[in-house]
């Protein structure tokens, strides 16, 4: 069975940091897209992240300069480092893989990411 496993998630005060990771388990195959999304308590999944081939990204505005999405050398692994944490990035993350950023068919469970003020 492919599955997304992430961890990472967690408790941390405004302006901190947290590392989040992702792996795909249970296919050769490497993804051409991997990337994060998140949804916040009664808001829209959104994208955060996303990275294509390796070496394409593309981030949401509110985290441009403090967040930054790459690869393992394994191509199967992503990960996002998240600096200057605000209170506004609560929310559950989802780690996702497929075609391109817009179009994931492959989804982890989701890391809760709380962050206090």
């Known amino acids: 069975q492919v599955q997304l496993v992430e961890s990472g998630g967690g408790l941390v005060q405004a302006g901190g940091s947290l590392r989040l990771s992702c792996a795909k388990y249970?296919?050769?195959?490497?993804?051409?897209?991997m990337g994060w999304y998140r949804q916040a308590p009664g808001k829209e999944r959104e994208l955060v992240a996303a990275?294509?081939?390796?070496?394409?990204?593309v981030y949401e505005d509110s985290v441009k300069g403090r967040f930054t999405i790459s690869r393992g050398d394994a191509k199967n692994t992503v990960y996002l480092q998240m600096n200057s944490l605000k209170p506004e990035d609560t929310a559950v993350y989802y780690c996702g893989a497929g075609i391109s950023g817009s179009n994931f068919n492959l989804w982890g469970q989701g890391t809760q990411v709380t962050v206090s003020s």
């Open positions: 990275i294509t081939g390796g070496v394409d990204t």
């Open positions: 249970g296919s050769i195959f490497t993804s051409n897209a």
